[in-house]
């Protein structure tokens, strides 16, 4: 019996299974359908030995104190400060736009007093900003939005800009100083070791049992467990029941050359020439020395593996049906970014289970029921009766029928 099933062995699943064994004394068998722990973060050394990220480059940093010591426990740091050029008009630039990036690309020598004036000069008041086109166009003007933002929108979301929400867009700083990192946060830096270490660190106890090639509606009915913890995608947790949750997906293209440096910055970005959208290359990340150097193109693509919910009015509102059965579901818990269709850092996923895991300890089973109305309560009950038929009848009161199944 255990205390706890937890689906998906990422942030989300495998800081819960971490807290709840070590610090609560539970019993936890932790699934993935992958052949491997640690979800999208999830790094390995290659057939020529470089450490790589299979599933794109992972910068880790963070804000949050609490997350950074708590990973620590489990990892050292290096210190890394992430830096990311655009090649716009035959030339490579800082990303995000500095003072740097306007004066190479005009050919001008401005001051940062000089560089605010000329983005006053270029940038098109708009009184509504709606789209993620009018948000860059009332920071930057017409001109810089189609250099850096409206090809490379386009061909990361499949959409125009002026399709898709302001929120896309308004994290993205301009910048009138030298400053060229990419992420401004207090605590930027890499595990020492690579990301699967740390979690194999996370993970090791004697409380945690680990199925990895395992679908968890593959094993439900063979095992029995109290509660779950569920960070898989919302909708296929509800057998897509209102439809599916648009994502947008992304195929990586890993490549290993002959030289030492394959390019002068760790991340390039193609706004506008190429299918892909950027070249990673992984040992400006890891610090890894190596006569080699291995590189990843990522291709955007419409299906595939779910990587970024697409941020649009109507899959808000789609969520929010699925949002709704989620907390009227009683023993499920619904953590990190596919559960609750965002996309989230790392920083924020790895907060969001240390969130969670509080919760759960002081939670009264009730609280679940508090906002939901009645035919969402009751399709939630019918699906926890489906669960519960695949969980071999553990302890629950359903008719003996239901349980043999
Ligand atoms: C290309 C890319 C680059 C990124 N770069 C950064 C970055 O630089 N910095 C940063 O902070 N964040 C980055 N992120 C975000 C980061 O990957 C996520 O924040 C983090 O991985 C989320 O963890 P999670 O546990 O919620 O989900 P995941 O890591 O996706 O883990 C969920 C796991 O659940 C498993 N699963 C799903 N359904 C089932 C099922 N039915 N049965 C069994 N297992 C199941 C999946 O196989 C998966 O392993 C990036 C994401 C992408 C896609």
Redesign the pocket.
Known sequence: MYDFLI?????????LAERLAREAGKQVLL????N???????DLYNDDGILI?K????????NSKEVFEYLGQFTEWRPYE?RVEASVDGQLVPIPINLDTINKLYGLNLDSFGVEEFLKKVAEPIEHVRTSEDQVVSKVGRELYEKFFKNYTKKQWGMDPSELDASVAARIPVRTNRDNRYFTDTYQAMPLHGYTRMFERMLAHPNIHIMLN?????IEGEIDYKEMI????VD??FDNCYGKLPYRS?E?KHETHNVSVFQPAPVVNYPNENLYTRITEFKYLTGQEHLKTSIVY?FPLAEG????PVPRPENQELYKKYKALADAMPGVHF??????YK????????A??LTMFKKIMGEKQEEHHAAADRATVQLAHSFAMAHKMRTNGNGSALPHEYLEH
């Open positions: 689906v998906g062995a990422g942030y989300a699943g495998s800081v699934v993935d359908r992958r491997h722990i640690a979800g999208n973060a999830y990220h599933y794109g480059p992972h910068i880790f940093h963070t992430h395992t679908d968890y509606r593959s569920y960070t898989g995608p296929e947790f992304l990586f990522e593996d779910p990587y970024y953590v990190g970014r596919l559960a609750t996309y989230y850092n790392m920083d924020q996923v790895a969001q289970a």
